[in-house]
């Protein structure tokens, strides 16, 4: 189905799936630091769609969730294709409501859909 992250693996042993953007009674809810994404990206109108897999690197994760969480600020996580020498690379995004930082050492596995 379009726009579903067809599931999310916590460190502490939940998993979950939702529909993004997240309407704001779930962008509020309080949710466990992630171990790994599996999403379709839709590729419109004439490319093939991409299977997504992201693993986390749990020491990675923590700090970043740690260090951008002090004080209880809510976090968010963002995919996005960034523009690079190399040509167009996926990358994940932590943010709160001051700054964001990249994950760098996260594993993607890429499948056509």
Request: zero cysteines; hydrophobic letters at 35%.
């Amino acid at each position: 189905r379009d726009n579903l992250i067809h599931r999310v693996k916590y460190f502490n042993g939940e998993q979950d799936y939702f529909y993004v953007p997240l309407d704001t009674a779930l962008a509020d809810v309080d949710r466990a630091v992630p171990s790994e994404l599996y999403f379709v990206w839709d590729r419109q109108p004439k490319e093939t769609n991409l299977v997504y897999k992201v693993f986390f690197d749990e020491i990675e994760v923590f700090e970043l969730f740690d260090k951008l969480g002090k004080d209880n600020q809510p976090l968010r996580l963002e995919m996005k294709m960034i523009e690079t020498d190399q040509g167009r690379q996926f990358g994940v995004l932590l943010r709160n409501d001051e700054e964001g930082i990249y994950f760098r050492k996260i594993k993607v596995k890429k499948y056509r859909a």
